[in-house]
């Protein structure tokens, strides 16, 4: 047996208990798991049922990194004894794959090594936000850039230099990946919504362009970087839950995108007051399975980290739990309820808890 935090109730506080530690098939690897980082789907889950409501009791946590124990008849990407990242299932019926317990199941298709001169902690900062923005930036249901592996191009290199994109809360962690990975595939202008006490920080990330998120006029401000009222044609709202300002700003005669982190139907609704039929507003899912079974997302995997090894993926701040201690849990996801200035939280399931 091991332990684990549980959802036994949604809208409860999450509590300690055991389960057993789960036995790996034969695509999968067990690892100990080292390192847990708390999103704030993590909160909703807990408070709203998001992924977990139907099947509970159940375990948060899906950026998971740790010691690979066991590895499945099949797999020949690992060893045992590596230290591996990557990202769980959030969405199985049992939470073998999810990091708020000491032994966890992932799959070699969902993650890699530890980059080398990095820490487990450091490389568990980045699964489900990554795999968030590089789908809206790069996959065919959303903004569909080829993505930026030359074995993955078919043909000449696009050229993007001509391109603007506008990323609505880039100073959040999965807004800073995405102009990041826009870098990476030289798209021309990256405008960045955000305060401007980030703008040496985004700027260095890559962003062209820094516009104050308190500005009353960030829609004209973003049609003057692009070109006019018609030259917006991508946006990436990684914050609203409401669309005013990602549907005032995108073309209403060319084809255009809007995707967005949180449910975008209110998006499609104001997009069809304002006469916008051309442009396409969806909701962005992270999951690995956008690229299950292409080549694409063995190709992301390796790449992540040695993106991280050569500077052009940074890691952002955090703070550390250790142990399995259900105070601190908790008051990690309500800080993602309250709406508080948030230092993500990585939790070590392994370690003894203060007390």
């Given at each position: 047996m091991?332990k684990a935090i549980f959802?036994t109730e949604?809208?409860?506080?999450v509590s300690?208990g055991?389960?057993?530690?789960?036995?790996?098939?034969?695509?999968d690897?067990?690892?100990?798991?080292?390192?847990?980082?708390?999103l704030?789907?993590?909160t909703y889950?807990r408070?709203?049922?998001?992924?977990v409501?139907?099947?509970?009791?159940?375990?948060?946590?899906?950026?998971?990194a740790?010691?690979v124990?066991?590895?499945?008849?099949?797999?020949n990407?690992?060893?045992?004894?590596?230290h591996i990242?990557g990202?769980?299932?959030?969405?199985?019926p049992?939470?073998d794959?999810?990091g708020l317990?000491?032994?966890?199941i992932?799959?070699?298709?969902?993650?890699?090594?530890?980059?080398?001169?990095f820490t487990d902690?450091?490389?568990?900062?980045?699964?489900?936000n990554?795999?968030t923005?590089?789908?809206?930036l790069?996959?065919?249901?959303?903004?569909g850039?080829?993505?930026?592996?030359?074995s993955?191009?078919h043909?000449?290199?696009?050229?993007?230099?001509?391109e603007?994109i506008?990323i609505?809360g880039?100073g959040?962690n999965?807004?800073?990946?995405a102009?990041?990975?826009a870098?990476i595939r030289?798209?021309g202008?990256i405008?960045a919504?955000a305060?401007v006490s980030?703008?040496?920080d985004l700027k260095?990330?890559g962003?062209?362009h820094?516009?104050d998120r308190?500005?009353p006029?960030i829609v004209e401000?973003?049609?003057?970087?692009?070109?006019?009222?018609?030259?917006?044609?991508?946006?990436?709202?990684?914050?609203?839950?409401?669309?005013e300002?990602a549907t005032a700003?995108?073309?209403?005669?060319?084809?255009?995108?809007?995707?967005?982190?949180?449910p975008?139907?209110?998006a499609v609704?104001e997009l069809r007051?304002l006469?916008?039929?051309?442009c396409?507003?969806?909701?962005?899912s992270?999951s690995?399975n956008n690229f299950?079974?292409?080549?694409?997302?063995?190709?992301f995997?390796?790449?992540?980290?040695?993106?991280?090894q050569?500077g052009k993926?940074?890691?952002p701040k955090y703070?550390?739990?250790?142990?399995l201690?259900?105070?601190k849990?908790n008051?990690a996801?309500?800080?993602y309820r309250?709406g508080?200035p948030?230092?993500?939280a990585?939790v070590h399931?392994?370690?003894?808890?203060d007390t």
């Open positions: 091991q959802v949604v809208g409860k506080p300690l055991t389960r057993p530690i789960p036995t790996p098939g034969p695509e690897v067990l690892i100990k798991v080292t390192s847990t980082m708390l704030p789907h993590d889950g408070d709203m049922g998001l992924f409501g139907k099947k509970l009791p159940f375990i948060l946590g899906g950026n998971i740790g010691i124990m066991k590895v499945g008849d099949n797999v990407k690992y060893t045992v004894g590596q990242y990202q769980g299932r959030m969405l199985d049992t939470p794959s999810t317990q000491e032994y966890a992932l799959r070699p298709n969902f993650s890699a090594l530890v980059s080398l001169g902690d450091q490389l568990v900062t980045l699964p489900i990554a795999t923005s590089f789908s809206a790069f996959h065919q249901n959303w903004f850039f080829a993505p930026p592996f030359p993955a191009e043909g000449s290199r696009p050229n993007y230099t001509e603007a506008v609505i880039a959040s999965v807004g800073k990946l102009i990041q990975f870098r030289a798209i202008t405008i919504v305060s980030g703008t040496q260095a990330m962003a062209t820094v516009v308190h500005s006029n401000e973003v049609q003057v970087i692009t070109g006019g009222p018609e030259s917006v044609t991508h946006v990436y709202d990684c914050v609203n839950w409401t669309y300002l700003m995108v073309s209403k005669t060319r084809p255009s995108f809007i995707a967005a982190l949180h975008a139907e209110q609704q007051r006469g916008k039929e051309k396409v507003a969806k909701t962005v992270g690995n299950e079974g292409s080549p694409v997302g063995d190709l995997w390796d790449a992540l980290g040695a993106w991280v050569e993926i940074q890691i703070m550390t739990i250790e142990g201690d259900e105070r849990i008051e996801l309500d800080s309250d508080r948030v230092l993500q990585i399931p392994g370690a003894t808890a």
